[in-house]
């Protein structure tokens, strides 16, 4: 009897410290079941099935300019309560020509649903890769995620490179010449233009400029209006101002302008010319006027003092000589 009291003792004693050194393993506790995981949005595999690892991580489509192109997104929903998801397309491109058939979707619990959308292909859009995302937002509490799905969309067409220079124009400003154009993309790429200036006056070479990139790109069927700064222009010339544009895949053009660099004396100056030479003709004509006079006169017979005639037009010796002259020495 006592030999199994201090066995039991001595068991009760093991037990209790097992319990204190291992307190995890006293309870048992059952393990907890994963969260079901949250709703998604992935390009639709087709024929009713479910998107996988295997199948395109984003949408491509092609089409011409004017076309409309249709895809589906497939939006899935494990969770046990329904939750609505809103759709838009996003960025430039092909996300802002994107439209989905609903713009807010409900989804049912552990339902999947495909959701058709378009793309509609600008008329005057040109041949070339366009990037752009279908934006999927969950609405409501515990359905606040964002998810992006990629869009790539090559518009199909002949590639055109066209440009053309138009209106150009040179003015004077201060100490300064501006000189002003237009760039039109005539084609179907989008082209980066590349400009360069030069000026002729009669003398020779008044400006060389290279050819220099503008800031910005030119879309399809876009115009844009530059302006070049000439410093120190001629004051005195005649001057012709030439632009030539060209631009990758051949596009080329060039136009002119001329320029008159005339001060502001030179133009006064003239005035006071003209003023004295008109002057001089009056005193020129005036004097042949009184020649003219004497000289019909002696055509003829002159009266003499009796109011006769003297042979051969001669004056009568008494008579006063006349004087053409108008400086001092001259008398009346």
């Known amino acids: 009897m006592p030999f199994r009291l201090r066995t039991a003792v001595g068991g009760a004693t093991l037990a209790t410290a097992a319990v204190l050194l291992c307190p995890a393993a006293a309870v048992a506790r059952p393990a907890a079941a994963p969260a079901p995981p949250g709703w998604s949005a992935a390009p639709d595999p087709g024929a009713g099935a479910a998107p996988g690892a295997p199948d395109r991580p984003f949408f491509y489509l092609e089409g011409a300019p004017g076309t409309v192109r249709v895809d589906r997104l497939s939006l899935s929903n494990p969770t046990g309560h ?12 092909a996300g802002a020509w994107l439209t989905p058939a609903s713009n807010e979707v409900r989804i049912p ?56 220079v138009e209106k150009v124009s040179v003015r004077r400003a201060g100490g300064a010449a501006l000189i002003r154009y237009t760039l039109v993309n005539r084609g179907t790429t989008v082209l980066r233009p590349r400009i360069a200036v030069r000026a002729d006056g009669l003398f020779g070479p008044l400006l060389r400029r290279a050819a220099r990139a503008q800031p910005a790109a030119l879309a399809p069927g876009r115009a844009v209006d ?22 990758a895949g051949g596009a080329h053009d060039a136009a002119t302008a001329s320029y008159s660099a005339v001060p502001r004396g030179v133009l006064a100056a003239p005035l006071p010319l003209l003023a004295a030479g008109a002057g001089g003709l009056v005193v020129l004509r005036r004097r042949g006027r009184g020649t003219g006079t004497g000289g019909s006169r002696g055509e003829g017979a002159a009266p003499g003092p009796d109011g006769g005639t003297l042979p051969g037009g001669d004056e009568p010796a008494d008579a006063a000589p006349v004087l053409a002259g108008t400086g001092p020495g001259a008398r009346a």
């Open 82 to 93: 329904a939750l609505s998801v809103r759709l838009r397309g996003a960025g430039s491109g």
């Open 109 to 164: 619990p552990h339902t999947r649903a495909g959701v058709p959308f378009t793309v509609t292909v600008p008329r005057d859009a040109a041949p070339g890769e366009r990037a752009g995302t279908l934006l999927a937002t969950g609405v409501g509490k515990g359905a606040g995620r964002r998810i992006s799905v990629p869009l790539h969309l090559r518009v199909t067409g002949p590639e055109l490179s066209a440009l053309t």
């Open 226 to 247: 530059l302006t070049e700064t000439w410093s120190g222009p001629p004051a005195l010339d005649a001057v012709e101002v030439r632009l030539t544009a060209t631009a």
